[in-house]
């Protein structure tokens, strides 16, 4: 029953897309008074944008969620997320230490340090292959300068961007 209702909704929804973009392109073909028609440049219509259905077991958000070492020590949040110029997720920001956010510091983290296999439920945290020593010892993050990632090895590396 909850498939045929799942079903039925991505039919609605694809029915509905359809219906819009048809009614775009009709816009589309209509002229505007405020319009001027350039023989030189006909207007194409947009296509219809692209829809992907995410099953709500397969992915979740992770800012916020708390983070864990393998030992289950407590390793803080995530706060942020930092993408390289290609869109490629690099490393997490973890707010770390502290407490209610007095004497905390903010690290950056290897994305392949985090592990997510459990992550169902907003209560669920990420581990991190790392050791609390190691995050001590790590770098604060601070935007608008270099960022030094702590990479699961415990190596520090910097993250070089090409100007």
């Known amino acids: 029953m909850r498939a045929r209702s799942l079903f039925t909704s991505i039919a609605v929804s694809l029915a509905a897309l359809s219906a819009a973009a048809s009614q775009a392109q009709n816009d589309a ?3 505007q008074p405020s319009q001027q028609k350039s023989p030189a440049s006909p207007a194409a219509p947009a296509p219809p944008p692209s ?4 099953g709500a077991r397969d992915a979740h958000g992770v800012l916020g969620r708390d983070v864990r070492s393998p030992t289950d020590e407590d390793m803080g949040h995530i706060v942020d997320v930092i993408v390289d110029r290609v869109g490629i997720v690099r490393a997490a920001v973890i707010d ?10 903010r690290i950056a983290v290897d994305w392949n340090a ?10 669920d945290s990420i581990t ?4 609390k020593a190691q995050v001590t010892a790590a770098p ?3 935007e608008d300068t270099p960022i030094v990632v702590l990479g699961a090895s415990g190596t520090l590396e910097p993250l070089q961007f090409d100007h």
């Open 29 to 31: 073909g209509a002229p």
């Open 51 to 54: 829809v992907t259905i995410i």
């Open 96 to 105: 770390f230490g502290g407490f209610l956010g007095v004497g905390s510091r």
């Open 114 to 123: 985090l592990h997510f296999g459990r992550i169902a439920n907003k209560s």
């Open 128 to 131: 991190l292959e790392l050791t």
């Open 140 to 142: 604060e993050y601070k």
